[in-house]
């Protein structure tokens, strides 16, 4: 079982090397349908999992200049007291194990269908929203959208461990379409990492993680993404974002059926 796990985290770290998308839109309901993980254990192991790999790619998009912190703080100001809040409210609901599964089941094939719908229109979105300028918030209005965004992420991130990659840099081109695909990037992963570690903390409180499991993931994840990112450019991107989104939505019809 454990070599499975291995090649299930090399499986999912290439697919993330060459679509960018985040792991969990993929390594969560793996663990769910595949391996029969329970869903609150699927979401703590990946969440342990994102925040973990996602720290490099924090240092690396920073050395680079791609990350806007004033972003990232005002996304953390939503998104770390929702995952918290969150976090009590599972806990205060534990006893009824199997009705909080199977929200949770549900609550993962919704955040995959809006990975779905981010892969397929986020380039749309952001060539709309260049040619309306006039139709773009700003000031106060911009900070507000941006914090109540962040809440919405971490609730959804801590429940499913799924929206802070691709559902997060959609919501990124919506509110700020002048950052460059490469500051998207850079700003969605660097908030990621608080929140993902906090939701994770959590779930550790919660006792949904299973450290086993999180080893042989990141054991074959880190030659995955690697490999991914050295062919990606080999690969049409838009070759892999329908056969990604074909998956996805068979993977969410799966959960909910």
């Known amino acids: 079982m454990s070599v499975s796990y291995i090649v299930s985290g090399f499986a999912v770290g290439l697919l993330v090397g060459l679509t960018g998308v985040g792991g969990g839109s993929l390594m969560t309901p793996l663990l769910t349908l595949l391996f029969g993980v329970s869903p609150t254990v699927a979401v703590g192991t990946d969440l342990a999992f994102a925040s973990a790999t996602k720290v490099a790619g924090t240092f690396a998009h920073r050395y680079r200049g791609n990350v806007h912190w004033h972003i990232v703080k005002h996304l953390c100001l939503g998104a770390l007291p929702a995952a918290v809040l969150t976090t009590l409210t599972l806990k205060y609901f534990g006893v009824l194990d199997q009705e909080i599964g199977q929200i949770i089941r549900y609550s993962i094939a919704g955040s995959v269908m809006l990975t779905v719908i981010a892969l397929i229109f986020r380039t749309r979105m952001q060539h709309w929203m260049n040619a309306h300028p006039g139709r773009q918030i700003q000031g106060e209005k911009l900070v507000v959208a941006t914090i109540v965004s962040g809440a919405i992420l971490g609730t959804l991130v801590t429940i499913s461990s799924i929206g802070a990659g691709a559902i997060g840099a959609t919501i990124l081109v919506l509110l700020y379409p002048r950052l460059t695909p490469a500051e998207i990037a850079g700003t969605d992963i660097a908030y990621a990492v608080p929140l993902t570690a906090i939701a994770a903390l959590g779930h550790w409180w919660l006792g949904s993680i299973?450290?086993?499991?999180?080893?042989?993931?990141?054991?074959g994840s880190v030659p995955g993404i690697t490999l991914g990112s050295l062919v990606a450019r080999t690969i049409p991107e838009k070759v892999l974002r329908v056969l990604l989104?074909?998956?996805l939505t068979t993977v969410a019809v799966k959960l909910v059926y």
């Open 210 to 219: 299973n450290w086993e499991l999180l080893a042989m993931l990141l054991l």
């Open 245 to 247: 989104a074909s998956v």
